[in-house]
């Protein structure tokens, strides 16, 4: 590949800029200037943002996929009976919330889905699934390798996406230098070392819905469930218990089926919307987490968190349809097996598995629970 000088990549900016899109051949060779830091930093950050203004298209969204998962991500197989799994927001909804999905793929560990899940620190919101699962002991800046060990003999592990032990060259460096939303949201969140065949990925526009799917069937998804909720004059990147949650789903053969979901229609009564917004600290969330996980918090957050769960077991086959996966996923609360999840997750996934298991006995114990 030839060298892009500055001058060359300064057009490209104000291509953008005029709202030109790139082909996917050239938004990767752009991704690959930035990963391998061959412009200024605010030739990046021009780029990045004038992308974002723009708005990204599929083939740009492919092409920066493809420079991340190609040259900045240490990939793993782990070894299951069943597909693995992952479940993830891109963040840049507009009504921010709890770790939702966080707590959704404990609850589908539970059920032996396993989950390989991919996220990142807080960019534009309090705590990210990376801050929250911390604060509860897991070990976020393991090897790829422990994270696969952990997916294998607990049913699910986290990849942190800012760590260099996953993506060794440059994301963590770029993501930490920006606090706004960008394509990274969508397109280093696909990176997962795993890649797994089975998703459930929410979106923050609901024009990402006819555009989404193909991307991920072109990276090689079998069955996902691309979801945009409705959440008062806002929109959340999870399926919503507080309105509509608009869907894609991804089939097995290929194709997408569009549908609406609402709480009504699941014999959910609709959420207070004041519940699902995030915590005031990593602390306060991760015990928050821990209140849901053994059935004592409320109804509104029980509900999403369970709801969300339901789309995992789903899609992995767990449950015939999404109520079913409901039904079950407030059972697994209610038996224990939810939080038996976390606690074995903290174990499998950390460098010292006692010290992790102390920290989360601490956290329930202020939880009060």
Not at 37 to 61: C, H, I, N, W, Y
Not at 151 to 167: D, K, L, Q, Y
Not at 194 to 204: E, F, Q, S, T
Not at 232 to 261: F, N, Q, W, Y
Request: a negative charge; charged letters at 20%.
């Amino acid at each position: 590949m030839e060298a892009v000088t500055m001058k060359e990549y300064g057009q490209v900016i104000t291509g953008l800029i005029n709202r030109e899109n790139l082909t996917k051949e050239e938004s990767k060779e752009m991704f690959m200037e930035i990963l391998g830091d061959r412009q200024t930093p605010m030739q990046q950050g021009a780029f990045l943002a004038a992308l974002s203004a723009k708005g990204p298209t599929a083939a740009e969204v492919a092409g920066s996929f493809e420079a991340i998962y190609e040259i900045d991500t240490c990939k793993v197989t782990p070894q299951t009976a069943v597909p693995v799994v992952e479940n993830c927001g891109t963040g840049m909804d507009t009504f921010k919330t709890f770790n939702i999905s966080t707590v959704a793929g404990i609850i589908a560990a539970a059920d032996g889905v396993p989950m390989a899940k991919h996220g990142s620190r807080a960019l534009t919101s309090v705590c990210g699934t990376i801050d929250a699962v911390e604060a509860l002991g897991v070990d976020v800046d393991c090897s790829v390798d422990v994270v696969k060990a952990s997916i294998e003999n607990a049913g699910i592990g986290i990849f942190n996406g800012m760590s260099s032990e996953v993506h060794p060259t440059a994301l963590g460096r770029v993501l930490s230098q920006i606090s706004f939303g960008s394509v990274l949201n969508i397109s280093a969140s696909l990176a997962n070392p795993a890649l797994p065949k089975y998703a459930v990925r929410g979106v923050y526009s609901l024009d990402m819905l006819e555009f989404v799917p193909d991307i991920m069937r072109e990276i090689g998804y079998e069955h996902a469930l691309i979801v945009y909720g409705e959440a008062g004059d806002g929109c959340i990147d999870e399926a919503s218990t507080v309105g509509a949650t608009h869907m894609a789903e991804l089939m097995p053969d290929g194709t997408v089926k569009r549908s609406i979901l609402t709480p009504e229609s699941l014999g959910i009564e609709p959420g207070r919307l004041d519940e699902l917004a995030p915590w005031g600290s990593v602390d306060a969330a991760a015990q928050g987490i821990v209140r849901i996980l053994k059935g004592v918090s409320t109804p509104t957050r029980t509900n999403i968190v369970c709801l969300n769960s339901a789309l995992i077991l789903y899609v992995a086959g767990k449950a015939a349809s999404i109520p079913e996966g409901y039904l079950r996923s407030h059972e697994l609360i209610a038996s224990g097996a939810a939080y038996k999840a976390l606690e074995k997750w903290v174990a499998a996934q950390n460098r010292d598995p006692q010290a992790g298991l102390a920290k989360l006995k601490a956290l329930t114990l202020a939880a009060e629970v």
